[in-house]
């Protein structure tokens, strides 16, 4: 066999340089041959003799030898150690060339050879999208779509060229929406929507295409995928129905492809994805909780949702995830929660309907994703809301476990949470019976540290918090000021250039507050205040320098 490979290659040689297309046709055969019986061996031996060097000019778009000799590129290819030479002999111009003929089995070839030397090769795929191929390839798959092998060809050309970010905006600009619909839709096996899923998803992360999917009539597609597959016990029901619905929920968070499918809370499909969330399946469970959690995404969508009755839903299949309950749906419903509550006017209406009660019930959980969520809920719940904020303050159960995450020095953002979920029961209550929860949950340290926080809204929150702790209870509070150096915390803010002016300007509200405290009074006195609040009265903002004033005052008579 080896020796037949040689000498036909030999013949190659001469018979490609005199164009004797019938001797170079059985040249071919003899090697594809060798191919099919050790592809790496019969490989090497074409990369021996040079014999790459000659196929470009054998890609005539005319010539009867081309489907042939795109068919050796694509053998070839298969090693790994071939796709560079194949490079180097220039092949790939030539392919691409020939992406625009009409012969179905040269088309078929010419893909099977790009895809396998372009394999794993993001630098090549993008050489290939600057070439101007996918263009080429989504009319070809409109034209020849009864031609299952080219067919999928072309999809599995799209998905690996998809990964690349390069190619979305190309995709956008051509009618891939609609062919992959139309293709989609003519499917019956399991293993062709497959196919068509891989190349669906990395598509639908770009917004522009989310939209032209949306309106290509690709969630109808995927609603009755959803319909069939539902009870199935099958394996391939169950990845089905998981594919589609996640594909679902990626389609929502596209801005405009949302607010298409929510039709001002009549769309039939933000209807049908409603009743996803009482199913008794975990998947649709998850993917409707995900679904409102997206479309909650403005305040007039979260209004109207708030009014249609979808909280006790919620709430609702939330109860059904307490005990032993499903992480991701859990962190998926509080999530949704959390996103309707933003809207001050739902706030009330979602307390009255119990959502802080239900929230509770996962005070227990040791899932971080869990417990972030339920930290942003209630504190998006009790902003505005000053009874809420009393009766959670109040809670020693609640503030004992923030406190307790305060120090969750592994998961930044539930330590995040925690310190803002604390400081806004404060705010938002300005209820001394909450501060004297907070002080004897050991909550004030925490107060302390997040006035140093490298986020000006935390230090903010913190210092306001901190100001009425210091008004409300100064005497309680005392120990665990000195405890925590809050004296030289806030000498620290007021000296720093970098400090905001909002929080110098708190910082100095708060000095003035703690003044009445004898240990803190002396702290003040200790750390020379009066020179750098004197600094302060010439700084260019008005409200500080105005404050800086009053301050400067206060500690002189205090003196």
Same mark, same amino acid.
């Given at each position: 066999?080896?020796?037949?490979?040689?000498?036909?290659?030999?013949?190659?040689?001469?018979?490609?340089?005199?164009?004797?297309?019938?001797?170079?046709?059985?040249?071919?055969?003899?090697?594809?041959?060798?191919?099919?019986?050790?592809?790496?061996?019969?490989?090497?031996?074409?990369?021996?003799?040079?014999?790459?060097?000659?196929?470009?000019?054998?890609?005539?778009?005319?010539?009867?030898?081309?489907?042939?000799?795109?068919?050796?590129?694509?053998?070839?290819?298969?090693n790994e150690f071939m796709r560079s030479p194949c490079v180097e002999a220039g092949l790939i111009p030539p392919l691409v060339q020939l992406l625009h003929s009409k012969d179905q089995?040269?088309?078929?070839?010419?893909?099977?050879?790009?895809?396998?030397?372009?394999?794993?090769?993001?630098?090549?795929?993008?050489?290939?999208?600057?070439?101007?191929?996918?263009?080429?390839?989504?009319?070809?798959?409109?034209?020849?779509?009864?031609?299952?092998?080219?067919?999928?060809?072309?999809?599995?050309?799209?998905?690996?060229?998809?990964?690349?970010?390069?190619?979305?905006?190309?995709?956008?600009?051509?009618?891939?929406?609609?062919?992959?619909?139309?293709?989609?839709?003519?499917?019956?096996?399991?293993?062709?929507?497959?196919?068509?899923?891989?190349?669906?998803?990395?598509? &639908?992360? $770009? *917004?522009?295409?989310?939209? +032209?999917? !949306? /309106?290509? %009539?690709? #969630?109808?597609? =995927? @609603?009755?995928?959803?319909?069939?597959?539902?009870?199935?016990?099958?394996?391939?029901?169950?990845?089905?129905?998981?594919?589609?619905?996640?594909?679902?929920?990626?389609?929502?968070?596209?801005?405009?492809?949302?607010?298409?499918?929510?039709?001002?809370?009549?769309?039939?499909?933000?209807?049908?994805?409603?009743?996803?969330?009482?199913?008794?399946?975990?998947?649709?469970?998850?993917?409707?909780?995900?679904?409102?959690?997206?479309? &909650?995404? $403005? *305040?007039?969508?979260?209004? +109207?949702? !708030? /009014?249609? %009755?979808? #909280?006790?839903? =919620? @709430?609702?299949?939330?109860?059904?995830?307490?005990?032993?309950?499903?992480?991701?749906?859990?962190?998926?419903?509080?999530?949704?929660?959390?996103?309707?509550?933003?809207?001050?006017?739902?706030?009330?209406?979602?307390?009255?309907?119990?959502?802080?009660?239900?929230?509770?019930?996962?005070?227990?959980?040791?899932?971080?994703?869990?417990?972030?969520?339920?930290?942003?809920?209630?504190?998006?719940?009790?902003?505005?809301?000053?009874? &809420?904020?009393?009766?959670?303050?109040?809670?020693?159960?609640?503030?004992?476990?923030? #406190?307790?995450?305060?120090?969750?020095?592994?998961?930044?953002?539930?330590?995040?949470?925690?310190?803002?979920?604390?400081?806004?029961?404060?705010?938002?209550?300005?209820?001394?019976?909450?501060?004297?929860?907070?002080?004897?949950?050991?909550?004030?340290?925490?107060?302390?540290?997040?006035?140093?926080?490298?986020?000006?809204?935390?230090?903010?929150?913190?210092?306001?918090?901190?100001?009425?702790?210091?008004?409300?209870?100064?005497?309680?509070?005392?120990?665990?000021?000195?405890?925590?150096?809050?004296?030289?915390?806030?000498?620290?803010?007021?000296?720093?250039?970098?400090?905001?002016?909002?929080?110098?300007?708190?910082?100095?509200?708060?000095?003035?507050?703690?003044?009445?405290?004898?240990?803190?009074?002396?702290?003040?006195?200790?750390?020379?205040?009066?020179?750098?609040?004197?600094?302060?009265?010439?700084?260019?903002?008005?409200?500080?320098?105005?404050?800086?004033?009053?301050?400067?005052?206060?500690?002189?008579?205090?003196?």
């Open positions: 066999m080896a020796d037949n490979l040689s000498e036909a290659l030999k013949k190659l040689k001469l018979a490609s340089a005199d164009s004797a297309t019938d001797s170079v046709e059985s040249c071919l055969d003899c090697l594809l041959k060798a191919l099919a019986h050790n592809n790496a061996n019969a490989s090497e031996k074409v990369q021996e003799m040079g014999v790459l060097s000659l196929l470009p000019t054998l890609l005539a778009p005319q010539s009867s030898c081309t489907p042939k000799v795109a068919n050796i590129i694509a053998e070839v290819a298969k089995e040269v088309l078929l070839q010419t893909g099977r050879a790009l895809g396998n030397i372009c394999y794993d090769s993001h630098s090549l795929q993008a050489q290939l999208i600057n070439m101007g191929v996918i263009p080429t390839l989504v009319k070809l798959l409109g034209l020849h779509s009864d031609n299952m092998a080219l067919t999928e060809m072309c999809l599995i050309a799209f998905g690996n060229l998809a990964e690349l970010e390069s190619s979305k905006e190309q995709f956008a600009s051509t009618n891939i929406a609609e062919e992959l619909v139309r293709l989609f839709q003519k499917q019956a096996e399991h293993e062709k929507k497959e196919m068509i899923f891989e190349v669906l998803a990395p598509l &639908a992360e $770009n *917004d522009v295409i989310k939209l +032209q999917l !949306v /309106e290509a %009539g690709l #969630v109808e597609c =995927l @609603l009755d995928v959803v319909t069939h597959t539902v009870n199935g016990e099958r394996e391939e029901d169950v990845a089905q129905l998981k594919t589609a619905s996640d594909l679902m929920v990626l389609l929502l968070l596209g801005d405009e492809s949302m607010q298409k499918l929510f039709d001002a809370g009549k769309g039939s499909v933000f209807e049908r994805v409603l009743s996803w969330v009482p199913s008794h399946n975990h998947q649709l469970q998850l993917a409707g909780a995900l679904a409102i959690a997206n479309f &909650a995404r $403005n *305040d007039g969508n979260c209004i +109207q949702m !708030v /009014e249609s %009755g979808i #909280v006790q839903k =919620l @709430l609702e299949l939330l109860d059904r995830h307490v005990e032993e309950g499903n992480v991701t749906v859990q962190h998926a419903a509080l999530s949704a929660l959390r996103n309707l509550a933003i809207p001050v006017v739902n706030k009330a209406k979602m307390l009255s309907a119990g959502v802080s009660d239900t929230v509770l019930k996962f005070l227990p959980s040791e899932m971080p994703p869990v417990q972030f969520k339920l930290l942003g809920t209630l504190r998006m719940l009790i902003d505005t809301q000053a009874d &809420a904020a009393d009766q959670l303050g109040t809670n020693s159960k609640l503030v004992e476990r923030l #406190v307790e995450w305060c120090e969750a020095k592994d998961h930044a953002g539930v330590m995040g949470e925690s310190n803002r979920l604390l400081s806004a029961l404060i705010r938002h209550s300005k209820s001394k019976d909450v501060v004297k929860t907070v002080i004897q949950g050991a909550g004030v340290k925490h107060l302390v540290v997040m006035a140093m926080s490298e986020h000006m809204i935390m230090q903010n929150e913190a210092l306001v918090a901190l100001g009425l702790i210091a008004g409300l209870d100064l005497v309680g509070a005392e120990k665990d000021f000195v405890g925590a150096g809050l004296v030289q915390v806030l000498h620290k803010l007021l000296s720093d250039e970098r400090t905001a002016p909002e929080i110098k300007y708190n910082s100095m509200i708060l000095i003035c507050a703690v003044m009445g405290s004898e240990p803190l009074h002396k702290e003040v006195q200790g750390l020379a205040f009066i020179d750098v609040v004197s600094k302060l009265r010439s700084h260019e903002n008005k409200t500080v320098s105005h404050q800086a004033s009053l301050t400067e005052q206060r500690l002189t008579a205090q003196s």
